[in-house]
């Protein structure tokens, strides 16, 4: 694995430099997944951000490929263990780094083969951006949902193939990854429960974003635990209200994923209070957040 001034010579030629053709650009994104923070992140938290160790774990940096893409990922999981349950752990806007890679090692830590795929690899690495508007206008706006679905699927078939146990398969995500979430759930039938973390809940159609977890209720197929801040403002708890009320009218029609899904509002928490790494990590919340999750996931039947 890269050290943090190896990562730093990478970033330097990413995304777009000529110094490296496409092949070289999609190595570089995957060595340097888990590595270091997102510049757009900073500043780091380093007294708060959490550090799992490796012990006992087998972890490390791959790719599958979806439509002749070699989609690059993190894994963690339990060392020399097999037919293990599956958590897919989507990342928020910046993308596979320390932070996430963090989560799938507790997540190995509690007995999953944890897989964090890079969503952005076809647009651009998000490890080099230093402005959020910028990361999101060049980047994240441009990722189809269509190609993150794919991407999922992708990953829950390397996980059949490694160790993991597919009748045992969840799904969380943070922020970005928190909407989808939502939206894997409710289409795709791998996935046996969900936890979304402050995921956005509604939207304007797109022709990438073509529908919001709003537009999904009726169809979700594995119900899904929603963590959400009190005080996020970019999340108004109007919207999940919305969301409860799409989801009780769905379950009062027979949806048995909608009905048996549930919302947890820590009301003094801000959005993001699960990272760890940064200034609105709120570790109450966090660390009851991630008990629920493990939780949740257990009851559905997933560990």
Same mark, same amino acid.
């Given at each position: 694995?890269?050290?943090?001034?190896?990562?730093?010579?990478?970033?330097?030629?990413?995304?777009?430099q000529?110094?490296?053709?496409?092949?070289?650009?999609?190595?570089?994104?995957?060595m340097?997944?888990?590595?270091?923070?997102?510049?757009?992140?900073?500043?780091?938290?380093?007294?708060t951000?959490?550090?799992?160790?490796n012990d006992?774990?087998?972890?490390?940096?791959?790719?599958?490929s979806?439509?002749g893409?070699?989609?690059p990922?993190?894994?963690?999981?339990?060392?020399?263990?097999?037919?293990?349950?599956?958590?897919?752990v989507?990342?928020e806007?910046?993308?596979?780094h320390?932070?996430?890679?963090?989560t799938?090692?507790?997540?190995?830590?509690?007995?999953?083969?944890?897989?964090?795929p890079e969503?952005?690899?076809?647009?651009g690495?998000?490890g080099?951006?230093?402005?959020?508007?910028?990361?999101i206008a060049e980047?994240?706006?441009k990722?189809p949902?269509?190609? @993150?679905?794919?991407d999922?699927?992708? *990953?829950? /078939? =390397?996980a059949? %193939? +490694? !160790?993991?146990?597919?009748?045992k398969?969840?799904?969380?995500g943070?922020?970005w990854?928190?909407?989808?979430?939502w939206?894997?759930?409710?289409?795709?039938?791998?996935?046996?429960?969900?936890v979304?973390?402050?995921?956005?809940?509604v939207g304007?159609p797109?022709a990438l974003?073509?529908?919001?977890?709003l537009?999904?209720?009726?169809?979700?197929?594995?119900?899904?635990?929603g963590?959400?801040?009190?005080?996020?403002?970019g999340?108004?708890?109007?919207?999940?209200?919305?969301?409860?009320?799409?989801?009780?009218?769905?379950?009062?029609?027979?949806?048995a994923a909608?009905?048996?899904?549930?919302?947890?509002?820590y009301?003094?928490?801000?959005?993001a209070?699960h990272?760890?790494y940064?200034?609105s990590?709120?570790?109450?919340a @966090?660390?009851?957040?991630?008990k629920? *999750?493990l /939780? =949740?996931?257990? %009851? +559905? !039947?997933?560990?």
């Open positions: 694995m890269l050290n943090q001034d190896q990562t730093q010579d990478f970033d330097a030629l990413l995304p777009g000529s110094t490296l053709n496409g092949a070289s650009r999609r190595t570089a994104l995957k340097a997944l888990g590595v270091g923070y997102a510049a757009t992140a900073m500043p780091i938290m380093a007294q951000a959490i550090k799992t160790p006992g774990l087998t972890s490390g940096e791959s790719t599958f979806v439509d893409f070699p989609v990922f993190f894994y963690a999981a339990p060392e020399g263990k097999k037919n293990l349950p599956v958590v897919l989507i990342q806007i910046f993308g596979v320390e932070y996430i890679a963090d799938c090692r507790r997540f190995a830590k509690a007995g999953y083969l944890a897989i964090a969503f952005f690899a076809r647009q690495d998000p080099s951006y230093g402005e959020t508007a910028k990361l980047v994240v706006s990722v949902d269509a190609q @993150a679905m794919k999922l699927d992708g *990953a829950v /078939a =390397w059949g %193939a +490694n !160790g993991g146990n597919l009748k398969v969840a799904i969380t943070f922020c990854g928190g909407r989808i979430t939206l894997y759930a409710s289409q795709s039938k791998n996935v046996q429960a969900g979304a973390w402050y995921g956005r809940l304007t797109t974003t073509p529908k919001h977890p537009d999904l209720a009726a169809t979700l197929n594995a119900p899904v635990l963590l959400y801040g009190g005080q996020d403002g999340i108004p708890l109007t919207t999940v209200n919305q969301m409860k009320d799409a989801l009780a009218e769905a379950g009062a029609k027979d949806n909608a009905k048996a899904s549930e919302f947890v509002v009301k003094d928490a801000p959005h209070f990272a760890d940064r200034p990590y709120r570790k109450d @966090a660390e009851d957040g991630f629920r *999750a /939780a =949740w996931f257990k %009851a +559905n !039947g997933v560990a």
